[in-house]
């Protein structure tokens, strides 16, 4: 079956884009299902949860019997009572719900091990450190199906005239789903792709959509989110050395650190404050899981801690320093201080937008694909067509390179190779 889930290209299909096949190597006790979706005003984990069941559950099967786990849970926010419900009278044997708040950053795959399991994975550690593994909702449905991955569910959210959950090419420019959902409300716009969080902005609306893309939120381009994303390094360095007041908020609500990780946001930027650029080296910054609470919910003077830990951690990388220390052990307040989503909404100047994001199954037709060939975590696919070669939807486009962690990547529509570089082009003949 390992070999199947390679063959396939399976990835994670949200964050870093792990191969799945690499991630089942070992056994493990406990399988976790994400099923959190934290981010606001994304839909799709749920949508699929309630209209693709069947593959849903076929891949979890599949799952459990590969890493051998004892048992499976699905972590999913408690609020979402009609999907619950759903998926509690079809639950196999050794599954179980786990109800989960309605917080940010829900979804982390720290948090939501200690949530299910009540076990802290040990700093710059993985799931499999506590005995478990864990997959996100549409992962296990490409799973399911057994059959190369060529498409990608995502909400489309913000401002559209239609927020939507839908079902695109791998490929195909985000520009497409944005007009399935109705187009932009207003011109020009903004594209933040992830989420509001933990999202990166597009570079323009003709951006391929990749595997591991979960949302896309629309903007008015006026939207101080993005004016916020468009801020360089240099505007982050000089607020942050001006105005920090070594509050602390930054560090008191980060999710990280409430678990006892050696993260402190604040010490970062008093080291950006005192310290020459290039020797801030805070070890504890490694373990910044960049969620950006630190940036666009805690700090009162609208700094940006998160960049200054991933500017720090960066360097703390390149010169292999490790941290030495133990774990403290979750803060007592951990329950107190985490961030409602609701409020989330509002700090964020999202509450205009329609938090909806009804599933639209049937795909768009595209003429263009853009296909990456590392749209996962490791080395990029190696090509394996030419131009003007003809291929098929689920044809082998691109091949994990020899003895390296990779993931496989196949077309995703009907057509002929017009450009092979960093990324395979294809595009259908009238």
Known sequence: MADEIRDNGVVGAGGAGFPTDVKYRKQVGTFIVNAAECEPLLHKDKELLLHLADDFFAGLKIAVERVGAREAVIGIKAKYHDVVAALQARLPKGVRIEPLGDFYPAGDEFVLVYDVTKRVIPPGGLPLDVDAVVNNVETLINLGRRQPVTRKYLTVAGGVQNPVTVCVPVGAPMRVAVETAGGATSEPYGILVGGAMMGKLATSPDEPITKTCGGLIVLPDHHPLLRWYRRD?????????????????????????????????????????????????????????????????????????????????????????????????????????????????????????????????????????????????????????????????????????????GARIHASIDGVVTEVGEAVTIERQR
């Open 233 to 405: 390094w240099k505007a982050i360095r000089l607020l942050g050395k001006s105005a920090c007041d070594q509050c602390s908020f930054c560090t008191e609500r980060c999710p990280r650190y409430l678990l006892g990780h050696p993260i402190e946001p604040h010490k970062a930027m008093r080291a950006l404050m005192f310290a020459p650029e290039k020797e801030m080296l805070l070890v504890g910054t490694t373990y910044c899981c960049e969620c950006n609470l630190c940036s666009l919910v805690s700090c009162p003077e609208n700094l940006d801690p998160k960049n200054v830990c991933v500017f720090d951690k960066r360097q703390v990388n390149e010169m292999g320093l490790k941290w030495k220390g133990q774990p403290r052990g979750p803060h007592p307040l951990m329950n107190g201080r985490r961030t409602p989503v609701a409020s989330l909404v509002r700090k964020l100047g999202l509450s205009r937008f329609r938090n909806v994001g009804p599933l639209i199954e049937a795909m768009p037709r595209v003429s263009r694909v853009v296909l990456p060939l590392k749209q996962h975590m490791g080395a990029p696919a190696l090509p394996t067509v030419r131009v003007g070669q003809r291929v098929r939807e689920g044809d082998l486009i691109g091949e994990i390179p020899e003895k390296a962690v």
